[in-house]
């Protein structure tokens, strides 16, 4: 394997946890607007 195939393969894993993150966080403010609003 050459190393220029390594570095596409660490970019294309640390861009699927970047949308993995992206993901879980406007699921997470999702919930916290909810919550507040049926809290009120």
Do not use: G, Q
């Not at 195939?5 to 861009?15: F, G, M, P, Q």
């Amino acid at each position: 394997m050459n190393p220029l195939e390594t570095e596409l393969r660490k970019v294309d894993k640390a861009e699927s946890v970047a949308m993995a993150l992206a993901a879980a966080v406007s699921i997470l403010s999702m919930l916290f607007l909810l919550y507040t609003a049926f809290a009120v």
